[in-house]
């Protein structure tokens, strides 16, 4: 990948409505070149998806929670468990004293206990630790630019 497809996927995260002609002016491509080095950055699984990016808190989502799971054994094969919990957006293994961190949105403090209910009830979860934000000061997607310079 290079700095073109780097800028490429800059310009596409402020705005994926971009037209490729106006991809192609602004990392000197022709639409054309821009279309196709798109292409192949989708066919490479660099370009996961195109989304919109929605307000939670306009869609009943203001509650947001980080929540830690203790386990009493490895988690590794219960993803569908908390990917069948649709207020669940993120789910990680991670090092440390817990071994799952999920993300969680819901509408109320009361929905948020009921997924943690439910997240309990998973087989193997002998707790919970939930962290509820109270504002978030920003959220920034992947950056390609800056990750090239790492």
Same mark, same amino acid.
């Given at each position: 990948?290079?700095?073109?497809?780097?800028?490429?996927?800059?310009?596409?995260?402020?705005?994926?409505?971009?037209?490729?002609?106006?991809?192609?002016?602004?990392? +000197?491509?022709?639409?054309?070149?821009?279309?196709?080095?798109?292409?192949?950055?989708?066919?490479?699984?660099?370009?996961?998806?195109?989304?919109?990016?929605?307000?939670?808190?306009?869609?009943?989502?203001?509650?947001?929670?980080?929540?830690?799971?203790?386990?009493?054994?490895?988690?590794?094969?219960?993803?569908?468990?908390?990917?069948?919990?649709?207020?669940?957006?993120?789910?990680?293994?991670?090092? +440390?004293?817990?071994?799952?961190?999920?993300?969680?949105?819901?509408?109320?403090?009361?929905?948020?206990?009921?997924?943690?209910?439910?997240?309990?009830?998973?087989?193997?979860?002998?707790?919970?630790?939930?962290?509820?934000?109270?504002?978030?000061?920003?959220?920034?997607?992947?950056?390609?630019?800056?990750?090239?310079?790492?």
């Amino acid at each position: 990948m290079d700095h073109i497809d780097r800028s490429l996927l800059a310009l596409l995260q402020e705005d994926a409505t971009r037209s490729y002609a106006a991809l192609g002016q602004a990392v +000197g491509l022709s639409a054309g070149a821009a279309h196709e080095r798109v292409r192949k950055l989708r066919e490479r699984g660099v370009i996961r998806r195109t989304a919109v990016d929605v307000d939670p808190a306009a869609v009943g989502g203001g509650v947001l929670a980080y929540v830690t799971v203790d386990s009493t054994s490895w988690m590794g094969d219960t993803a569908e468990s908390f990917a069948a919990l649709p207020e669940i957006l993120e789910a990680h293994i991670i090092a +440390g004293s817990a071994s799952v961190l999920v993300k969680v949105r819901t509408a109320t403090t009361e929905q948020l206990q009921d997924v943690l209910r439910r997240i309990y009830a998973i087989d193997g979860v002998s707790g919970t630790r939930a962290t509820v934000v109270l504002e978030t000061f920003f959220e920034r997607p992947v950056s390609p630019l800056t990750a090239a310079q790492g």
